[in-house]
C-alpha cells in the first residue's frame, strides 16, 4: 500500500509571479495533483467515489511559506494522510528542495515512505470531508480511510489554528470597523472542479486579487489559513471582504451580496 506520494516538480516560468515566486493558487493547485495522484493508488479517487455516489470535499487548509520556490527550481512535493477519526480526514503536504539523496529515493513518481532531507520549502495541514452527492452531506469515512492513513509520520512544524474555536465556526464580527467590502467577483468556468463548484484555489486567488498592487509588491505571503463552509456554483457573485486590524496580518470573507451566507474564510500573515 502506497502512504505517502511524492514527485519532483520543475517550477516553469507561468507557474510564478512578476518577482519570479510560485504563486500561491499554482502551490495549492499542486497539493491538489499529488493528492488526487495519491488517492488513486490508494483506491480513493474521486473517479471512483462517484461511483459509489460519494465525492471529497476540502474543509480547511492551513499553508506555511518559509521560501517559496522560484522560477526554474526543482523541488519535491509530498502527501500523505496521518490517522482519521470521526468525520475529517487530514492530508498533509510538504514541499523541500530536490536534491541527489532525494533522487535516489524518488524515480519517475514512484512512491516511497522514507523521508526526504531537502530543505523545508512550504507545507500544509488540510481536512478534508466525504460527501454524498445526492444529499451533499457528509459521510462517515472513518472505516474507509483506517488502513490507509496513519502509517507514515514526520514531524512539520505546525502552529496552532490562526483562528479562535468561534472563528472556526465562522462566527464574525462584520460590524468591526476595520472590515470592508473590498471587491465582487463572479464564479466563471475556469473557477469550476471536477465536483461542479469553485475549487478552493480559486477562492485564495479571490483574495489576493482584493490587495493592492502596490500591497503584493512590497508583502510576502508567510502563512495562511482557510475555512470552506458553502459551495459556489458556476455563474455565483460574491463579495470579498477583508479586515486589516492587525500589522501583518488580514482576515478575509467570501460572502454572498446579500451577507447571508458564509462561502469561506481565511486569515493570512504577510512578511515584507
Known amino acids: 500500500m502506497v502512504y505517502k506520494y511524492g514527485e519532483p516538480v520543475r517550477i516553469y516560468n507561468h507557474y510564478t509571479d512578476k518577482?519570479?515566486?510560485?504563486?500561491?493558487k499554482t502551490l495549492c493547485d499542486l497539493f491538489n495533483d499529488m493528492a488526487e495522484l495519491h488517492t488513486y493508488r490508494q483506491g480513493v479517487n474521486a473517479d471512483i467515489l462517484n461511483q459509489q455516489g460519494l465525492t471529497w470535499m476540502l474543509r480547511r487548509i492551513h499553508i506555511f511559506i518559509p521560501d517559496m520556490p522560484q522560477r526554474e527550481e526543482r523541488v519535491l512535493f509530498e502527501s500523505w494522510n496521518p490517522a482519521c477519526e470521526g468525520l475529517l480526514v487530514p492530508r498533509l503536504y510538504k514541499v523541500s528542495d530536490w536534491n541527489e539523496e532525494t533522487a535516489a529515493l524518488y524515480n519517475n513518481g514512484i512512491t516511497t515512505e522514507k523521508v526526504s532531507t531537502g530543505a523545508l520549502r512550504a507545507f500544509a495541514y488540510t481536512d478534508w470531508m466525504l460527501i454524498n452527492l445526492e444529499g451533499r452531506r457528509p459521510e462517515r469515512p472513518t472505516?474507509?480511510?483506517k488502513p490507509l492513513a496513519g502509517y507514515y509520520n514526520e514531524e512539520l512544524p505546525f502552529k496552532p489554528s490562526m483562528f479562535?474555536?468561534?472563528e472556526?465556526?465562522?462566527m464574525l464580527d462584520f460590524n468591526q470597523p476595520a472590515w470592508h467590502e473590498a471587491c465582487r467577483v463572479q464564479a466563471h468556468y475556469r473557477d469550476i472542479d471536477f465536483n461542479g463548484h469553485v475549487t478552493q484555489s480559486s477562492y485564495i486567488q479571490w483574495m489576493m486579487d482584493a490587495h493592492s498592487d502596490s500591497?503584493?509588491?512590497t508583502h510576502r505571503l508567510d502563512e495562511m489559513e482557510v475555512i470552506y463552509a458553502h459551495e459556489l456554483k458556476p455563474g455565483s457573485e460574491v463579495s470579498v471582504w477583508l479586515c486589516d486590524a492587525e500589522e501583518h496580518q488580514i482576515s478575509y470573507a467570501i460572502r454572498s451580496l446579500d451577507g447571508g451566507i458564509l462561502h469561506a474564510w481565511a486569515r493570512a500573515h504577510f512578511g515584507s
Open 168 to 170: 472556526q465556526k465562522g
Open 143 to 145: 472505516e474507509m480511510m
Open 215 to 217: 500591497f503584493m509588491e
Open 164 to 166: 479562535d474555536r468561534r
Open 19 to 24: 518577482k519570479h515566486r510560485l504563486k500561491i
